[in-house]
């Protein structure tokens, strides 16, 4: 037994090894540039709204490539880093920190970093692109409209013109705390998911309503901190998988980005390696597909139901008692609301993982928000077909099987930057609306819609559709890709600005 311990750890030694070598390639291949203090950068210039993780990272590429960033963030310093700067001081990433590379030269200390690391490496790197004096906090967004001559304004012209706009104000907003009928005469306590620091668990009852990803994090918690049992109470079953990247990768590229007549092979293999004896966890057969809604990444559920230290009931909430909580439990595949046995689920102490108020968009213009055009239904999931200078970097999307803290924050931005840049290469408001309705045919049998659910390989297959159908984007593909050469780019751009005005034409 000690032999094998001390090869799988020479094995981890290895891996790790090659990891931060890999990041450390990846660092200096790919971050661009950090300006020199106070250096006076070029146009376009951009609105940043929003501090958190895509804020910052979307601010740093644009000044690290050369042009002007202004972030508007809502509250205060403290909140940098946005979400991760508000959740449980025990939290961290379910996902390896191989696919949460937001920005090249992050440096994680680990595969799955907590909290404190995250939000560390989101400061550091604002401060090593001179971000600090480039942000604006408690400026909240309430208002972008453009000028007379199409410039950007952000609440007031007070604040400055730009030329785009990058909204990053994710999808977690505030606490989600529904009111449920009898809270008031529950004796024990009763807590978000987001706010457990200094909560005491340990020999306590406990019930976690809700079964999404916030509730694992909660069980995870509660469970380390030795409480007596915990019953989590969910309307329906979600997927989870395997807390390993290579199941991760492996599902992430379904390039078709929703169920295929193949879904049932990754399904079943779950069913039998992973689930084993508590199959009637996983969704029933024929119900809600694994590429139909993000999956829950965790280990650890599963093996603290086998331990008897929790139980997972399906059912739908009835009301708070004095000593616990009302519950009709369902069978597996019975439908929210169906019949089921009414019982009473003791609790000592009740945490309510029910997830955050998703941030609104409403300080874009109306005419982001057409019937048939509105978000997520826009081109790549980011920009509106009315304005392709607003970038949405991370607050459209509903459902994937991917990350939200990877390369795509860096290519979404230099798409941005490229086409402000590139009058050529800029989109076309009926080009923009076709692709959009061409990926909604494509996706037409998908059970959810076309942008309602997709795959990290399918963003990356829209990634390079986009750049490859338009000639006149095929010199920029390194930088929008990877961040490499936009000098070139540049000077083609110029000569190509001297060509078209020698032939009379005007440049947007």
Known sequence: MGLFHRVRELIQNVLFFVYQAMQWFLDKLLSPTPPPPHATLSRPKIAVIGAGLTGVSAAAHCVGHGFEATIFEAGSLKNLGGIWSRVNSTSGLQIHSLMY????????????????????????????????????????????????????????????????VIAAIGTCGDPKMPHIPGMDKFKGQIHHSSQLDGVKVEGKKVAVIGGGASAVEALEFVASEGAAHTNILARSEKWIIPRTPLVDVLLSLNIFGSETFLSFIPENLLRIFFYRDLSDLAPPHGAGGIFTETPMVNDDVL??????????????????????????????????????????????????????????????????????????????????????????????????????????????????????????????????????????????????????????????????????????????????????????????????????????????
Not at 317 to 328: A, H, L, N
Not at 388 to 410: F, R, S
Not at 497 to 506: A, E, K, P, V, W
Request: aromatic share 14%.
């Open 101 to 164: 590379r937001f920005f090249p030269s992050v440096q994680w200390k680990k595969g799955y970093p907590d909290r404190q690391q995250i939000v560390s490496q989101i400061t550091e790197l604002w401060k090593k692109y001179g971000l600090e004096r480039r942000t604006k906090f408690d400026t909240k967004v309430t208002k972008v409209y453009q000028d007379s001559r199409g410039r950007w304004i952000i609440n007031d012209p007070a604040n400055g013109r730009f030329d785009g």
């Open 303 to 508: 093996q603290l139901i086998r331990a008897d230290k929790a139980s997972w009931l399906r059912g739908d909430i009835v009301s708070f008692e004095e000593r616990g909580i009302r519950f009709t439990k369902r069978g597996q595949g019975v439908p929210e609301g169906g019949p089921g046995k009414e019982t009473v689920v003791d609790a000592d102490i009740v945490i309510m993982a029910t997830g955050y108020q998703r941030p609104s968009l409403s300080f874009l213009p109306d005419d982001c928000f057409e019937d048939e055009y509105s978000p997520p239904n826009w081109y790549i999931q980011v920009f509106p077909p009315k304005h392709p200078e607003i970038c949405a970097n991370n607050c459209t999307y509903v459902n994937a099987i991917g990350t939200v803290g990877n390369y795509h924050i860096g290519i979404y931005t230099r798409f941005l930057l490229m086409t402000l840049v590139d009058p050529l290469a800029k989109p076309r408001e009926r080009w923009m609306k076709r692709w959009i309705k061409m990926t909604q045919w494509v996706k037409s049998r998908a059970p959810t819609g076309a942008f309602d659910f997709f795959t990290y390989a399918e963003l990356m297959w829209w990634f390079a559709f986009t750049l490859t159908i338009n000639p006149f984007r095929w010199k920029w593909a390194l930088f929008v890709l990877f961040g490499i050469g936009s000098s070139l780019p540049l000077k083609v751009v110029q000569k190509e600005d001297l060509l078209r005005d020698g032939l009379g034409h005007q440049k947007n």
